[in-house]
């Protein structure tokens, strides 16, 4: 009986040691899971904080394309609406050309030849043309195109068709910066 209860010791004594070795390894491995499931928390929430940063920067960047976007669109119109102007006014300088008898101007006394600023000497409505008191000796030549001022309002863009010594022929250029219902007229400035 002895061994028996001997046999019963040392199995009760393994069974122990057993159990103790399966706690520690239970433990080790819950230790393990706490550790991994530490580590993929703190990934996880880097991996959110990369995609809030990256939608962001994707705001960010779609917003820039909307604007450009817009300002292409905007810059195509304007390109169209001067192409237009471009094409109606060389339609218009071409007829004009081979329809209208030249125009005899009367001959105008320039009282400076250095005028920091022109002033327009006459105005013949029906061709579109202008007379202004600047020419090739304040550096114009023709294809220039002149401001028309009347006090600080624009009133129209003139192109010059034929640039004498101290005074030029220009064409009127209809556009959009125009004053409503206001023609160019004998003394605005030219500029």
Do not use: C, H, W
């Amino acid at each position: 009986m002895k061994k028996t209860q001997a046999f019963l010791v040392i199995g009760f004594i393994v069974a122990a040691a057993l159990a103790v070795g399966f706690f520690m390894q239970m433990k080790e491995e819950e230790n393990s899971r706490i550790k991994a499931e530490s580590i993929l928390s703190s990934v996880i929430k880097e991996k959110d904080g990369i995609e809030i940063a990256l939608n962001r920067k994707i705001q960010e960047k779609e917003k820039l394309i909307s604007y450009l976007s817009a300002s292409l669109f905007k810059e195509k119109t304007i390109n169209s609406k001067l192409a237009q102007n471009l094409e109606r006014s060389s339609k218009r300088f071409t007829m004009a050309s081979r329809t209208m008898k030249p125009i005899e101007l009367e001959k105008i006394i320039v009282s400076s030849l250095l005028e920091a600023e022109g002033r327009v000497l006459a105005v013949d409505k029906q061709n579109d043309l202008i007379v202004v008191n600047l020419g090739s000796i304040n550096n114009l030549k023709n294809g220039d195109r002149l401001s028309i001022y009347r006090g600080d309002d624009f009133i129209a863009n003139a192109e010059l068709v034929k640039v004498q010594n101290r005074i030029s022929a220009a064409m009127i250029i209809p556009g959009d910066n125009m004053i409503k219902d206001a023609a160019v007229e004998v003394n605005d400035t030219v500029k």
